[in-house]
């Protein structure tokens, strides 16, 4: 699709016409530190995604695990432990180039999400991946993130989507399964129905 110059928006002045002023809970909701509410919405969350970007482009990435599995070590830092995943670390090596990040926190039956930013190192220290073993054993490396702002988003994106009903949820059967699409795409190198088949046991001995 071609945009219609005409009517783009170029510019901070087209878009504050476009928008207004944003009102004062806006604005006062947003700190540079874990206010103990902010606390509270961190430790209660299961899922968060991690933002980063570097000399590659622009990278998202979930991350997930028991309730609390962020970690607040002082009102400026969270740790923030790297599960196993599928090795390919886009979210580390943009950190490694950039070490700009964001986290949105996620938490089921909620509205409101958790925004984070700020700068993230990433650590191998054995005191602190021996924190974070689960069933003895450790992450890979833990993420120390230096926390520059933090506020909540209002509910409106999580009613909108109707999230957290479960009445609409899509029977996963009703799209490609992960082995359809790795065949798919390898021009069948791969075994749709081996790797299907495959995936439920695996994950669960790979959790950690």
């Not at 005191?127 to 409106?156: H, M, W, Y």
Request: a negative charge; aromatic letters at 6%; charged letters at 25%.
């Amino acid at each position: 699709m071609t945009p219609d110059r005409e009517h783009l928006v170029t510019d901070v002045a087209k878009l504050d016409d476009l928008y207004g002023r944003p009102s004062e809970s806006s604005l006062v909701k947003e700190v540079d530190f874990i206010h103990p509410h902010y606390r509270a919405l961190i430790e209660a969350a299961p899922f968060v995604a991690l933002a980063t970007c570097g000399p590659g482009g622009l990278d998202v990435s979930p991350r997930g695990d028991a309730p609390g599995f962020v970690h607040v070590e002082d009102e400026t830092t969270l740790l923030l432990p790297d599960r196993r995943g599928n090795n390919r670390v886009d979210s580390l090596r943009n950190l490694v180039a950039d070490p700009r990040m964001a986290l949105l926190f996620l938490i089921p039956g909620i509205g409101e999400t958790l925004r984070v930013n700020g700068r993230a190192a990433i650590s191998v220290s054995p005191a602190l991946l021996a924190r974070f073993a689960v069933d003895g054993k450790p992450p890979r490396s833990v993420l120390i993130v230096n926390v520059e702002t933090v506020f909540f988003q209002c509910s409106r994106a999580i009613l909108r989507s109707d999230l957290w009903n479960p009445e609409p949820r899509i029977d996963r059967a009703a799209l490609p399964s992960m082995g359809t699409i790795l065949a798919d795409l390898s021009d069948h190198r791969m075994n749709a129905e081996a790797i299907d088949k495959a995936w439920p046991e695996r994950a669960r001995r790979q959790l950690y």
